[in-house]
């Protein structure tokens, strides 16, 4: 039996209970496709299901249930991937050994090869990508290009506020909202306002200095992706049919979600769904340079208890990459 290292976890808790050890490589089925994954990274969903933090009570019991009562039901995570098809499995027409690609899958992504079905959301890498920027996509713009194109309806002119604009979905938040044609301002720290406006926003606030929700100004939509605002501290800077879309929430989100309308002021919450037409929809954006991807610190695969630590602190800006390929070996992050 073929081995591979993987970064495996049996425990919920902090990145201490994370260990990089030996175990049987994926076996591919029917229909899939196996990847030597190049380059990954550690993202706040990640951090959740190895701590089980979800702010709300009610709905840390049902990811419990979910995922594993006790212990984790899959002891590796990692979602987000680029690397390179090294075997086949039957009925497979979509790729081809030596393929380079990049997805997004339930878990598994925190070590040497994954296993995943070729209609999953796994696509061709852009030429001329790198396996960085194509790790530092998957989760981030996924969940901006669902959450802003779909859920919101975005249009040309409307004014979008993203708060934590320099956090992994925040970067590709303001990028996407910009390309779907939105006047975009960005809560971030004065810090990182210089790269918030590089990634097209129109305006800044330094959240250190001002409190938005009392100000002046009006918005159709505000995107919270960093949990730092709540439906009704968001409501007197919202149009007449504004909305409320926070990334992260709870059973009193989701109350208010079911009485809010459908007209008016109101709040939508939804999970993005990871469909590979939307993956390709995004590398789409990054070949044509539409799409930018922005990247924190890297972190070697023996190091990713340190990527954990660095993305509990909740102030990354942009993505933290795991490389994993052996050939890719990065030195140590500073600390």
Not at 121 to 129: D, E
Not at 190 to 197: F, H, K, P, T
């Given at each position: 039996?073929?081995?591979?290292?993987?970064?495996?976890?049996?425990?919920?808790?902090?990145?201490?209970?994370?260990?990089?050890?030996?175990?049987?490589?994926?076996?591919?089925?029917?229909?899939?496709?196996?990847?030597?994954?190049?380059?990954?990274?550690?993202?706040?969903?990640?951090?959740?299901?190895?701590?089980?933090?979800?702010?709300?009570?009610?709905?840390?019991?049902?990811?419990?249930?979910?995922?594993?009562?006790?212990?984790?039901?899959?002891?590796?995570?990692?979602?987000?991937?680029?690397?390179?098809?090294?075997?086949?499995?039957?009925?497979?027409?979509?790729?081809?050994?030596?393929?380079?690609?990049?997805?997004?899958?339930?878990?598994?992504?925190?070590?040497?090869?994954?296993?995943?079905?070729?209609?999953?959301?796994?696509?061709?890498?852009?030429?001329?990508?790198?396996?960085?920027?194509?790790?530092?996509?998957?989760?981030?713009?996924?969940?901006?290009?669902?959450?802003?194109?779909?859920?919101?309806?975005?249009?040309?002119?409307?004014?979008?506020?993203?708060?934590?604009?320099?956090?992994?979905?925040?970067?590709?938040?303001?990028?996407?909202?910009?390309?779907?044609?939105?006047?975009?301002?960005?809560?971030?720290?004065?810090?990182?306002?210089?790269l918030v406006r590089k990634l097209g926003a129109d305006k800044v606030?330094?959240?250190?200095?001002?409190?938005?929700?009392?100000?002046?100004?009006?918005?159709?939509?505000?995107?919270?992706?960093?949990?730092?605002?709540?439906?009704?501290?968001?409501?007197?800077v919202l149009t007449e049919n504004g909305q409320f879309i926070p990334?992260?929430?709870?059973?009193?989100?989701?109350?208010?979600?079911?009485?809010?309308?459908?007209?008016?002021?109101?709040?939508?919450?939804?999970?993005?769904?990871?469909?590979?037409?939307?993956?390709?929809?995004?590398?789409?954006?990054?070949?044509?340079?539409?799409?930018?991807?922005?990247?924190?610190?890297?972190?070697?695969?023996?190091?990713?208890?340190?990527?954990?630590?660095?993305?509990?602190?909740?102030?990354?800006?942009?993505?933290?990459?795991?490389?994993?390929?052996?050939?890719?070996?990065?030195?140590?992050?500073?600390?």
């Amino acid at each position: 039996m073929q081995k591979m290292k993987a970064a495996i976890y049996s425990s919920y808790g902090g990145p201490d209970v994370i260990s990089v050890s030996e175990m049987p490589r994926p076996a591919i089925k029917d229909g899939e496709v196996l990847v030597q994954v190049h380059a990954s990274t550690v993202s706040t969903g990640d951090w959740r299901m190895l701590t089980m933090k979800t702010g709300d009570p009610v709905l840390a019991i049902i990811a419990r249930m979910m995922f594993g009562l006790t212990k984790p039901r899959h002891p590796v995570l990692g979602s987000a991937f680029s690397g390179r098809v090294v075997a086949v499995g039957n009925g497979v027409t979509r790729f081809r050994m030596g393929d380079a690609v990049m997805g997004f899958a339930p878990h598994g992504a925190h070590a040497e090869y994954l296993a995943i079905n070729e209609n999953k959301a796994i696509v061709q890498k852009p030429a001329g990508v790198s396996d960085e920027d194509a790790a530092a996509m998957p989760f981030g713009a996924l969940c901006a290009l669902v959450f802003l194109r779909d859920f919101a309806g975005v249009k040309p002119g409307q004014k979008v506020l993203v708060t934590g604009a320099s956090g992994g979905v925040g970067v590709f938040g303001v990028q996407i909202a910009k390309y779907l044609g939105a006047d975009v301002t960005a809560v971030a720290s004065s810090q990182n306002a210089d790269l918030v406006r590089k990634l097209g926003a129109d305006k800044v606030i330094d959240y250190k200095q001002t409190d938005f929700t009392r100000g002046s100004a009006r918005y159709d939509l505000v995107f919270d992706t960093a949990g730092v605002t709540d439906f009704a501290s968001v409501k007197p800077v919202l149009t007449e049919n504004g909305q409320f879309i926070p990334l992260e929430f709870g059973i009193r989100e989701m109350r208010q979600a079911m009485f809010s309308g459908k007209s008016g002021k109101r709040i939508k919450i939804g999970v993005n769904g990871d469909k590979r037409e939307d993956l390709e929809t995004l590398a789409g954006l990054m070949q044509r340079g539409a799409l930018s991807a922005v990247i924190d610190s890297r972190y070697g695969l023996e190091d990713i208890a340190r990527a954990y630590e660095r993305v509990g602190t909740r102030h990354k800006r942009g993505a933290v990459i795991v490389s994993i390929a052996s050939h890719l070996a990065l030195p140590r992050a500073a600390a």
